[in-house]
């Protein structure tokens, strides 16, 4: 027996009592073939909003007597302030606060590095405030390419150490003598640029005070980790309510509350009225947001059959001010792995932004320079890229993704010798591989309330990205009670409903979704109580059947409505919670994932145009197959980005970024995907050869257990468009992402030195 928690009405007035209950089966979601919502396309519940701009950011709140935020910050990208005067900005009309971040002697390590703070009733007047202020500057030398900062007497990025940081090395077997028993040899250096994470809602939060009292109505993905980081501010958490109604991404670089939230928050004090800060499009490119580039220089071996004996890889990050975090391929492989292996690497560090988590942090590097690798090894042995991969790994799902895909991308009519095909423009095909952990954790619960009018809501403080974590706080609940979708309001994005999970990792729904369906399951344990004692039965005699409806078993004609049960609830109706519940039979962690593309490649410019896209991935169950599709192409797209635009540029004189707008940094468009998302079941069928877009398949890995699909889903993108280019004109683009510069350089050097 266990026990749960109900409100009865005794003599008028509510009481909580403790009721027992029998212990029911472990929590599963249930026979899969018989489930109505979960697994089927739903449409999102806040899509009207959205389109028809109902929908409120955190960048959309405006409040009386609202001031804005803006940061001034170092135009050089190396300097000391050797004097400070904050006072002009005071003195101007409009301004209700300036805030020093950086005192007289602080050294300035990059554009971007932030020096102080003003908050003023309208933007241009913050923006003048900014001009006032006078600030002098002791200039230094800089160094922002890593190649160059890696060299000996390059000039220090910081005074306190070497640009070269964090080494690191490992070794597996004896690669040096399996390199001598290897049939072929293949060596050359990859490298997989910095990107930007272009966020189309900048950073930012809109803050307000009453009193003690603090309300952040923030763009972030992780609204409780907001509130307790602000908590000491407010004397507490108690004190601090966090709303994210909608936000316009964040791809892992808004899980803090970030220098603009800081200062936010004691701007609006110190004016005494609410203030909006969000980061200009300019600061934010410069500052922070990046996930970090890689240089890599693989040395591979195999047997004649195709079998990897051996591995020397020696990587570099590119880490900006700040060496933090890993690229997977740093251990010497991503994936498949050779028995024999060495491997060392470092971070180096360049006068530039620091680094955040973007996107499957470090995957989608190490899976290019990796893939990129594999490639070239297959085509020394004069092998089938799909089939050496397949003859060095044994992972049953990733066969079968990489089955699907090869099968959907029509493999078979992928040039056999790459470069082979005669003409202006050329076709290739290639392939890239995913994998990614993800799994849930005990860091969220759920409160389902069952109005006396039979209305539910359910709430829980996690955050929606976008990525559809609304949708399935309602849906569970509505599956488990027998419910329409409609009959549910989803309740998400504030503080004040709980203990929420941070959006990431992929580690959202399987964290989230266990505690929605355990708080569902108590909301059908108490209403199957409270419909026994209407039905003068035992609550174990009760089943709640289609209708929705509560019946004595066997006796069909003994019922109650929904709404006639929840006609006899309290006055406030019930409250039922919920939280991870260990979660071992609900979720899981571990996936594959695969792309597969075809591109056409102009040998005369050098333009690269991505033909389709094949992605295959698994997610374990789910719950919602039209967002996990939407996933699977978000990432796709982001992937085509990656592999032919997305390319910073730094001016080495002036130590600043040349394109810190998202007109110069390009992003793909509908143009640049193909303009259609081609939407396919089984059986899967091969696209023609004329067919252009983008396929995602959400593979059935038949779990019964949730997982995520966010991360993994742009993993292998940008190697599979990678090696399409590889196929088509017979030298990979060393150095991504396939511009047409970089394509024209490479095949100047086809027949000579590689590109």
């Known amino acids: 027996m266990r026990k749960i928690k109900q409100i009865i009405v005794e003599n008028g007035i509510d009481r909580e009592i403790e009721v027992e209950v029998p212990d029911g089966p472990p929590a599963t979601w249930g026979n899969l073939d018989k489930l109505r919502i979960l697994g089927k396309r739903n449409t999102r519940p806040e899509g009207a909003e959205k389109v028809t701009g109902r929908a409120k950011y955190g960048s959309d709140i405006v409040l009386p007597g609202m001031c804005y935020g803006r940061f001034l910050f170092s135009p050089h990208a190396k300097a000391k302030i050797t004097a400070i005067d904050l006072a002009p900005a005071q003195a101007l009309p409009g301004v209700k606060a300036v805030l020093g971040l950086k005192n007289t002697g602080a050294d300035l390590l990059y554009v971007g590095d932030l020096i102080a703070a003003v908050a003023a009733i ?12 006078k600030v002098s500057y002791e200039v230094g030398q800089h ?35 399996a390199f001598g028993n290897c049939a072929a040899i293949i060596e050359n250096t990859y490298e997989a640029q910095t990107r930007l994470h272009c966020c189309l809602e900048t950073h930012g939060h809109t803050v307000k005070w009453d009193g003690d009292k603090l309300t952040v109505w923030s763009s972030t993905q992780f609204v409780t980790g907001i509130r307790d980081a602000l908590a000491a501010q407010a004397g507490g958490p108690k004190n601090v309510r966090v709303i994210t109604e909608h936000m316009g991404g964040g791809f892992g670089s808004k899980f803090q509350t970030g220098p603009e939230g800081d200062a936010a928050v004691k701007l609006a004090k110190i004016a005494n009225a609410p203030v909006k800060f969000f980061l200009t499009r300019e600061l934010e490119q410069l500052t922070g947001y990046r996930g970090p580039g890689i240089r890599s220089r693989i040395k591979l071996g195999a047997a004649a059959d195709g079998t990897l004996l051996a591995v020397n890889c020696v990587s570099q990050k590119d880490g900006g001010i700040d060496p933090a975090g890993g690229i997977p391929v740093e251990q010497g492989f991503y994936i498949i792995e050779p028995k024999n292996r060495t491997a060392s690497w470092s971070s180096v560090l360049t006068n530039t932004g620091g680094t955040a ?9 190490a899976a290019v320079v990796w893939d990129m690798a594999l490639d070239e090894m297959a085509a020394k042995l004069k092998m089938d890229p799909l089939e050496l991969r397949r003859k060095n790994h044994s992972d049953p799902v990733r066969l079968k993704e990489w089955e699907i895909g090869a099968m959907v991308i029509g493999w078979d009519r992928r040039q056999k010798n790459p470069g082979e095909a005669p003409g202006v423009r050329k076709r290739g095909i290639g392939m890239g591989s995913a994998v990614w952990g993800g799994g849930g954790r005990k860091s969220a619960d759920c409160t389902v309330h069952i109005k006396k009018d039979g209305s539910v809501v359910s709430y829980c403080a996690v955050q929606d990205l976008g990525v559809g974590s609304r949708l399935y706080v309602s849906a569970i609940v509505a599956e488990e009670l027998g419910l329409e979708l409609k009959d549910v309001t989803p309740m998400v994005g504030d503080s004040t409903y709980g203990p929420g999970h941070a959006s990431g990792g992929s580690t959202t729904t399987p964290s989230v979704a266990p505690a929605v369906k355990m708080s569902a399951v108590n909301a059908k344990d108490q209403m199957l109580l409270t419909a026994a004692k209407a039905l003068g039965a035992k609550a174990e005699d009760v089943e709640l059947v289609a209708g929705p409806k509560f019946q004595v078993k066997g006796y069909p004609a003994k019922s109650l409505t929904w709404k006639q049960a929840c006609a006899t609830l309290p006055a406030d109706g019930i409250r039922a919670k919920g939280d991870w519940n260990d979660g071992s039979d609900l979720q899981a962690s571990g996936v594959a994932g695969c792309n597969f593309a075809e591109v056409e490649v102009d040998t005369e410019t050098g333009k ?3 033909l389709k896209v094949v992605g295959v991935q698994d997610c374990g169950l789910v719950l919602n197959r039209l967002q996990a599709e939407s996933q699977v192409t978000g990432g796709i797209i982001q992937g085509i980005g990656t592999a032919i635009l997305e390319d910073r540029r730094m001016d080495p004189i002036t130590g600043r970024m040349l394109n810190s707008n998202l007109e110069e940094y390009k992003l793909c468009g509908s143009r640049e995907a193909g303009g259609i998302n081609i939407t396919m079941d089984p059986p899967f069928r091969a696209l023609g050869a004329e067919e252009r877009g983008i396929v995602s398949i959400v593979y059935d890995n038949p779990t019964g257990k949730v997982s995520g699909i966010g991360e993994p889903a742009i993993i292998g993108v940008h190697s599979a468009i990678a090696n399409a280019v590889f196929n088509a004109i017979g030298v990979h683009v060393t150095s991504q992402p396939a511009t047409p510069d970089k394509v ?10 590689r590109g």
Not at 122 to 133: G, K, S, V
């Open 122 to 133: 309208t933007p241009e007047i913050a923006e003048d405030a900014l001009r006032a202020i």
């Open 143 to 177: 160094v922002v390419e890593m190649s160059k900062a890696a060299q000996a007497g390059a000039p220090k990025v910081r005074s306190n150490g070497e640009n070269v940081r964090a080494p690191g090395q490992n070794k597996s077997g004896d690669a040096d003598t």
């Open 357 to 365: 988590a973007l996107r499957a942090p470090g995957h989608p590097q």
């Open 608 to 610: 690269v145009t991505v």
């Open 744 to 753: 024209l350089a490479a095949l100047k050097t086809k027949n000579g030195a």
